[in-house]
Structure formats: structure tokens, C-alpha cells
């Protein structure tokens, strides 16, 4: 069982940047890869990053490609989601995930963290 733990959201203006942390207790984080998902309000959750286990590979929706950024510390059990250039379209929910590979992401889940974007 693995449990994620998300921080770092908050309000900010549309333009800025704001930098998502996830901490998971595991003690085989490099064996998972890990992700990204967003929920707006009155929207189904979408995909928005993924990194592999040892950081090699990372996927992105086109949405977000160009401006935001997943990394991840497997010495600290940490993945974060550097956000630049935040649009209002951005503001949701962010859920912390981690899978099996890039294309099963699915098998454990954060609690969830507001992320608000004004204009």
C-alpha cells in the first residue's frame, strides 16, 4: 500500500508559477512511476503529467506541455509539478498519483490539492 501525501497549492495570479510537491511512503518508490491528474469544477479528472521510475521518461498532456514540468527525488520519496505561465483554466483539484508504468498510473491516489488561478 502506498500512501501520497500532496502540498504547494494556493492562489495565485494568472501568469505566476507555483511548484506541487508529493511525498509517498513507500519503501519502493523508484519501482513506481508516478503522476499528475487534475479535476476542475464540474469536469471529469484529466491526465496531465507523468514521470517513470527512474526519471527517464515523462509525458505530458498537450494542455500543459509547454509549461509545466514533472520531476521527481527518489532519495526523498518525492515527485513535484513545476507550473509556469498558470492560466485561470488551470485552477482545479491536482491529485498526486503512482502505477505501474507511464500508461497505468491509476493504482494509488493523493488526497487532492486546490490550486486557484485569477486573473
Known amino acids: 500500500q502506498v500512501q501520497l501525501v500532496e502540498s504547494g497549492g494556493g492562489l495565485v495570479q494568472a501568469g505566476d508559477s507555483l511548484t506541487l510537491s508529493c511525498t509517498a511512503s513507500?519503501?519502493?518508490?523508484?519501482?513506481?512511476?508516478m503522476g499528475w491528474f487534475r479535476q476542475a469544477p464540474g469536469k471529469e479528472r484529466s491526465f496531465v503529467a507523468g514521470?517513470?521510475?527512474?526519471?527517464?521518461?515523462?509525458y505530458y498532456s498537450d494542455s500543459v506541455k509547454s509549461r509545466f514540468t514533472v520531476s521527481r527525488d527518489n532519495a526523498k520519496n518525492m515527485v513535484y509539478l513545476q507550473m509556469n505561465g498558470l492560466k485561470p483554466e488551470d485552477t482545479a483539484v491536482y491529485f498526486c498519483?503512482?502505477?505501474?508504468?507511464?500508461?497505468?498510473?491509476?493504482?494509488?491516489w493523493g488526497q487532492g490539492i486546490q490550486v486557484t488561478v485569477s486573473s
Open positions: 514521470i517513470s521510475g527512474n526519471g527517464g521518461s515523462t
Open positions: 513507500t519503501n519502493t518508490f523508484s519501482t513506481y512511476s
Open positions: 498519483s503512482a502505477g505501474f508504468s507511464l500508461l497505468n498510473l491509476n493504482e494509488y
